[in-house]
């Protein structure tokens, strides 16, 4: 096992950067692991011409991967300095510079600037720390900053402990389990759906791996 000081490295998974390795931060990081990884990208389908925001990016592997797999551009939005300088030489070392807005801010104050900006996207990841209470938080201001593009989806990682409250403005589509780990999807809501958390989507699916059957 590698020291933690030495950091954690991953690894792209899929698309034309695929096998490519990552680095990230030392300490103080939870990447998601290759395993949910692919299963989240590969239901997601193509990305081609998608504009991506990767809330709490820590070192970029979510919006590296839908890069990867053809997005157009990525805005990734991390607070932490020392994940920032990572996710920057990550994504100097794939080249992604062209296709890569890095935001070093916290993610509410982040989502209003960018709505000023007048800046709209066809997918949100968010990935914030499992023991936070962050989520719902970020979902409101997601909705309030009015970034997302018509019928938009948006991806939530999660801890099992910690479910997505139902946020006006979201319409739940999917919920599915890998592990600890949690996939919510949600919709931009039309004005006329009402808003639902996830558990109005069907109970969630317990996945023991990509492709694999329910496991209860």
């Known amino acids: 096992m590698r020291r933690a000081r030495e950091g954690v490295r991953v690894r792209v998974t899929g698309g034309r950067l695929g096998g490519r390795r990552l680095r990230s931060a030392p300490e103080g990081t939870r990447p998601s692991a ?39 551009e990525v805005v990734f939005v991390e607070r932490a300095p020392r994940c920032v300088a990572v996710l920057r030489a990550n994504v100097a070392a794939l080249a992604l510079e ?8 916290e993610a509410v104050r982040a ?13 949100v990841l968010l990935d914030p720390p499992y023991a936070a209470n962050e989520v719902g938080r970020a979902l ?38 890998y592990g600890d ?22 109970e969630a699916i317990d996945v023991a791996a990509p492709g694999g059957t329910r496991s209860g």
Not at 40 to 61: E, I, K, S
Request: hydrophobic share 50%; charged share 25%; proline share 5%.
């Open 34 to 72: 290759d395993r949910v990884r692919v299963a989240l990208f590969t239901r997601l389908g193509d990305l081609d011409g998608a504009r991506v925001l990767d809330l709490y990016a820590g070192t970029g592997t979510l919006g590296i991967e839908a890069l990867s797999r053809g997005a157009r």
């Open 98 to 105: 062209a296709s890569a807005r890095i935001v070093n801010d």
């Open 111 to 123: 989502l209003a600037r960018l709505g000023r900006e007048g800046a709209r996207f066809d997918l």
């Open 140 to 177: 409101e201001a997601l909705v309030a900053a009015r970034v997302l593009a018509p019928e938009a989806l948006v991806v939530v990682e999660s801890g099992r402990r910690h479910p997505v409250p139902a946020v006006a403005g979201l319409a739940p589509l999917d919920e599915r389990r």
């Open 181 to 202: 780990s949690v996939i919510t999807q949600l919709v931009a809501a039309r004005p006329d759906e009402p808003a639902g958390g996830a558990a109005t989507a069907g």
